[in-house]
């Protein structure tokens, strides 16, 4: 008696989610409270840091830097603080150099999702140095990059796949950005559109857990209420300020691809530099220094100063400086290679554009300003949903949405018009690693067999002796493998090319039928119906390039899948996203 066929196994569903999702939700509640408890250890890191280098005084308390009173010496204590962050990515990690969220996707799509205990520890630490010292960075890369390690961390201590350690490390990455801004909506939705790389349940659940929880968590540990609240009057809806917010939000695009296009050159020009990279923090914040001694306001994080943008009343030489001395002094920064984020100073200075162009626009600056940095968090970091809901929570003023998602939008067009790859998949790129941003379902997943199969396959019949197999092989074949059905139709195997050369070097078996030679084998199959993804699965699993479809009634074969065929997959897709059609009723 035969075995029964090996088939593709395929859960038809809409979603691939089981119950391992409730694992990695609950998994999720100790990484959201760690990536909570992440953001306050860092705050608390950056103030201590900032009353040490500045005021001498051992203390969490939260001060600005434009208070110190050192004079000249504010040229030097940037470079201080760059030093000590050179030796500690020398001899401690590389990995805490750069901002944090490039090299979290690059752990995620090629470092299987793996962080270590040395990134956790040294990347806040080196981060508060660096922001403290007067780094003109914010913390949202670092606590990105810290609370993914958390999750990643919290991960490996048990049995998980490489795609569940991705969702624990990024649902620890959220967690830490809502901790810092207390944005839980927008954290989500940049886990979606930028760190996950995929829309499933069993990553879309966890995370929301994750950030939820670190929500909660932050209404103890920080003040309640938007990070940057501020007065905002009564402004009429009309189709003229969303066109305005839309091209608002085109310059701020083009300023986003001129900031990173200038990025990576001044980083270029230091890879030129015939010193180890080591110094290169120090000798970048040499320009830091100069740049404070200039406006001290561009120092550290500047939360101070995208407040100041949106309460308004900045004179427009207050701004101007703003904008050229800040761009400088964070382009040189992060360019040489020392730990601290995009995200803060980007907002800054989309802002302070903004601010500019709205002197000579309907309602406020300060709206103006929070549109810019809409706008240029969508462009710079190709995130257009995160940039628009973001500025919403920041400021608390949701009723402003529809203009924050129409300066969002035109910037993300400018992006990806003018750029190949935004800020944050450039250095990936120059690592020579390309990504690709753009979600689509896989053709293997949704058509199915009897979609691209060919039909009415060459078959041979069970009757046929062995004999006759091996000078079929020899002559006439010319596929690897052919299925044997019965006077049916009926599949009974599969008989290839090797089968033939094993026969016809044993020598034995010549009469033999191919039905009884195949009576005691394990055929693969699948049904018109199935998925080709899981034919696939199954071409690797069984190691058989060309599976017989046969009907689910009567096991009767009616096509074959072969690996060529998988590829007119690909082909299809393709010809229906560049194929042009002739209009109405065109052929």
Known sequence: MSKPPVQAAVRLADYSADWRMAMLAAAALVVGTGGALGAWVLVKLIAVATNLFW?????????EITDNHLGLWVAAIPVLGALLIGVMARFGSEKIRGHGIPEAIEAILYGESRLSLKVALLKPLSSAISIGSGGPFGAEGPIIMTG?????LFA???HLSAAERKTLLVAGAAAGMTGIFGTPLAAILLAIEVLLFEWKPRSFVPVVVAVLISFAWRLLLFDAGPLFPFALAGVADSGTMLGLALGLGLLVGLEAALLSQLLYR???LFHRLPVHWMWWPAIGAVAVGLGGLIDAHVLGAGYGNI???LDGGLAVRAVLALLLVKAVVWLVALGSGTSGGVLAPLLTLGGALG??????LPGTPGLWAMIGMAGIMSGAMRAPLTGALFAAELTGHFDMLPLAAAASTGAYAVSVLVMRRSILTEK???RGRHILQEYTVDPLDFLQAGDVMTREPTTLPGCMQVEGAVEFFAGQAVHRSYPVVDGEERLLGLVSRSDALRWQTEGRMWESTLADILSDASQPCAFPDTPIGAVADLMVETGVGRIPIVERAGNRVVGILSRHDLLKARSLKRKDELGRGRGFGGR
């Open 156 to 158: 490996q201590c048990f």
């Open 307 to 309: 407040q100041n943008l």
């Open 428 to 430: 990936i790129a120059r």
């Open 266 to 268: 001044v980083e270029d």
């Open 355 to 360: 601010y500019l162009v709205g002197l000579w």
């Open 55 to 63: 005021f001498g005084e051992l203390s969490t308390a939260a001060r």
């Open 148 to 152: 993914g390690a958390i999750g990643s």
